[in-house]
């Protein structure tokens, strides 16, 4: 029902538009029974082809990345489509009465890039992302997302299902115990939610003032992104798109996990550290100082979860009432059902 309802219409986040930027360069995003192929083709139009052949069903690719030259051939009987999704070569076909290429392009998911995101659609009937995403059009503006690059990448096999992942982040009631760290950094009870009902849920935390960020020195490990104005400075910003993006802003970086279920009770997650690409360019750049802070919060998170997945699948399991301090739980609840089609 989730992989049909959720999965199948809303709108996922793949990836990072830079994954893309030169054509040909390709990464496949595989969601529940699809694979799709995510390139941009040689006029420079960005593409998210389903990784099925048109001939017999065939998966095309199947390496996660890569280059392709200038086409994509079938490794059952060749059929090979051009970087546009066009039908090019198509062995003894012509035999066949009627038959014309131009009938057999790579079928196409919706695709938008939004702040240098890729964001794919599967459904047959999309919802529009600019409207679906109206509340949050420029409301990153002062982090520049679509020019930040990716500095390091980390990717977590967590044995819980999605929605663990989705809760956890979304409360730092768990804070005090689980991460002794960012307990230090940051105060736990501080904050206010800026978005708390619907399809985007979150908002900002306060670093503690003898703090710059969330880095294992609290110190900054890049310049501040943008103009280090009040909004930024001192802050970080928790952010859940749902179902499967979690955007987490810093004053210096920023960060991202995108979830990907595997099974009911296994997530992949793929977490990236961004960071102005002037920064990176520098002879001393070096995220590790963010990277570690967060590696350690991550795996520290990804085990009370793994608890949790134990624990509710167990028949003496049944929710109680949330604490005030989990809101945003029971919004995602609310916007889960409502996506489910079980309340309106
Ligand atoms: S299934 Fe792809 S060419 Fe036959
Ligand atoms: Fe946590």
């Not at 501080?190 to 960020?213: R, T, V």
Request: contains cysteine; aromatic residues 12%.
């Amino acid at each position: 029902m989730e992989q049909k309802r959720i999965f199948g219409e809303r709108w996922l986040c793949a990836g990072r538009a830079e994954q893309i930027e030169k054509p040909g360069k390709y990464f496949l995003f595989n969601t529940g029974s699809e694979s799709l192929i995510l390139l941009r083709d040689h006029k420079g139009e960005p593409h998210a082809f389903y990784n099925v052949c048109r001939h017999r069903g065939t998966r095309l690719c199947s390496e996660l990345e890569g280059s392709l030259r200038s086409s994509i051939q079938c490794p059952y009987h060749a059929w090979t489509y051009a970087l546009d999704g066009s039908l090019i070569g198509a062995p003894s076909m012509d035999d066949v009465p009627d038959f014309s290429k131009v009938d057999y392009p790579l079928n196409e998911a919706a695709l938008v890039e939004w702040e240098g995101f890729l964001y794919v659609n599967v459904s047959d009937k999309p919802i529009s992302l600019e409207e679906h995403f109206a509340a949050l059009i420029g409301k990153f503006s002062q982090w520049r997302l679509s020019e930040l690059r990716v500095a390091r990448k980390s990717q977590y096999e967590v044995k819980a299902n999605w929605k663990l992942i989705v809760q956890n982040y979304s409360e730092c009631y768990h804070c005090e115990l689980v991460h002794p760290e960012l307990s230090r950094l940051s105060i736990t009870k501080s904050g206010y939610n800026d978005l708390h009902e619907g399809s985007f849920l979150g908002g900002y935390m306060e670093i503690d003032p003898q703090y710059e960020s969330m880095t294992a020195s609290g110190r900054f490990c890049a310049a501040p992104i943008g103009n280090g104005g009040s909004e930024t400075a001192g802050r970080v910003y928790y952010y859940s798109l749902f179902p499967n993006h979690l955007l987490s802003l810093h004053p210096d970086y920023v960060m991202t996990h995108r979830l990907i279920p595997q099974a009911p009770d296994s997530t992949l997650v793929i977490c990236e550290w961004l960071f102005d690409a002037l920064e990176m360019a520098g002879a001393d750049f070096n995220p590790d100082d963010a990277v570690r802070f967060w590696d350690t919060t991550n795996r520290e998170d990804w085990e009370v979860c793994e608890l949790s997945q134990l624990g509710v699948a167990s028949k003496a399991y049944s929710p109680t009432p949330y604490s005030p301090r989990e809101s945003l739980l029971a919004a995602f609840d609310r916007e889960y059902l409502s996506a489910l089609g079980e309340i309106d």
